[in-house]
C-alpha cells in the first residue's frame, strides 16, 4: 500500500527538509507530498487537499508532528477521525502514542469484562489523547503569535519602527539598473527605442515597465 509523507512549513523562515529527512528516515519509500509557504495567507492546504482525495483505504500517510496535519484542535480531531473511519493510517513521528495503529489496539484490547471501565473507557481514553496532542499543538501556535505581538509592541513602545515607514516608497533592488536603462534606451527620456523595443532589450515585464517609467517621471518632476 501506498506510503504519503506530508511535509508543510507556514513561514519562510522554517525549513521543510528537516521535516523531509525525519520522515525518509523513518519511511525510506515514502512519497514526500511538500506544502511550502508562498507568501500568502489565502492558499491554505492545497497539497494535502489534494492527498486527502486520492488516499485510499489502508493507504499511510506520515507526519512529523500533529502541528503539520493542524494546529486547530477541533479541526485535527475532526480530520483524524474522518481518515480513520476511511481505513487511512496515520503516523505521527513526534507523537507515536496517537497513531492511528495505536488507537486500533486500544480499541480491541479488552481491559474488563464491565462495559463501562472497558471498551467504552479505553474509546474515551484513547481520544482524550489525540485531542490533547491537537490541543497542545494549537496552544503552541497560539503562544507563538501572542509572543510576535508582545514583542512588536514592545518594539513601538522602545521607538523602533515595525514595517515600511508609512508614506515610504519601497525600493526594489533590480527596480534601479532598470530604470537606468529605460533612461538610457527609451526615447521619452535619453535613448531612441520605442517602448515595445525597450522592453525586449531590457528584458522585464510590460506592467513593471510602465511602472518603472511612471516612477521615473515623478522622480524627474
Known sequence: MPVYGYCRISTPQQNIERQVRNIA???????????????????????????LHVVQPGDTIVFDSVSRMSRSAEEGCALY??????????????????????????????VSSSPET??????RFAKEQIRLAFAQAQKEVDDLHQRTREG??????????IGQTPGRKLTIKK????????????RDFDGTLTDAD??????????????????LREELT
Open 198 to 215: 525597450c522592453i525586449k532589450l531590457i528584458g522585464i515585464a510590460r506592467n513593471t515597465y510602465y511602472k518603472y517609467k511612471r516612477e
Open 175 to 186: 527596480s534601479a539598473p532598470c530604470k537606468e536603462q529605460i533612461k538610457k534606451y527609451s
Open 25 to 51: 528516515a523513518a519511511y525510506p519509500a515514502a512519497h514526500i507530498v511538500r506544502e511550502v509557504y508562498t507568501g500568502t495567507a489565502c492558499r491554505g492546504r492545497q497539497e494535502l487537499d489534494k492527498l
Open 118 to 123: 472497558g471498551s467504552a473507557a479505553t474509546d
Open 81 to 110: 477521525e474522518a481518515l480513520y473511519n476511511r481505513g487511512v493510517t496515520l503516523c505521527f513521528l513526534k507523537e507515536p502514542h496517537i497513531n492511528t495503529d495505536t488507537y486500533k489496539q486500544a480499541l480491541q484490547r479488552q
Open 152 to 161: 512588536i509592541l514592545t518594539a513601538r513602545l522602545n521607538g523602533k519602527q
